[in-house]
């Protein structure tokens, strides 16, 4: 059965992430300033192995992650198809962006990521969540009960 465990998001782990060969987000997030990485990653660990990572944001006001979505994910010229995310977080407080899940390519398909996801939703049970969802990961997010906001390639959850 799987475990998920809270460590610091430091160079250490940062060293374990340019390390990895098979896994999304690693090599982009092992080159990230300490300033850009959130102070803890989760862990998705069986049997005290690491099969999955997940980093996720905790946000107090709509104006961090859109700063955040700014710098990382939206080109100037074209924020203006974005307008939807815009308005669904205009007011919202007090929720989480999944920047990261990533199971290992030796584990992949063998529930991880849903188990990740349900320990989430039990530990944050009344948080909207949001993800910038890629095309091929798009069904995961689906399944996770994710809907679309707008027209656009962010999901929420809640």
Do not use: C
Not at 31 to 40: A, G, I, R, V
Not at 59 to 73: G, H, M, R
Not at 92 to 98: H, P, R, S
């Amino acid at each position: 059965m799987p475990t998920i465990t809270k460590r610091p998001f430091d160079q250490e782990f940062q060293t374990i992430l340019s390390e990895l060969q098979y896994s999304y987000h690693a090599g982009e997030l092992s080159k990230k300033e300490s300033s850009e990485l959130p102070n803890d990653v989760y862990l998705i660990e069986v049997e005290n192995t690491m099969v999955g990572y997940a980093v996720v944001w905790e946000y107090t006001s709509a104006k961090q992650l859109i700063q955040k979505a700014e710098k990382d994910y939206f080109n100037d010229d074209e924020k203006y198809l974005e307008q939807d995310f815009y308005i669904d977080i205009k007011n919202k407080t007090d929720y989480l962006f999944i920047e990261a899940l990533d199971v290992l390519k030796e584990f992949e398909r063998r529930g991880y990521a849903a188990f990740f996801m349900d320990w989430l939703k039990l530990k944050y049970p009344n948080k909207k969540m949001y993800v910038y969802s890629l095309e091929k990961s798009r069904n995961f997010w689906y399944k996770q009960g994710f809907e679309v906001v707008g027209h656009t390639v962010w999901m929420s959850y809640n």
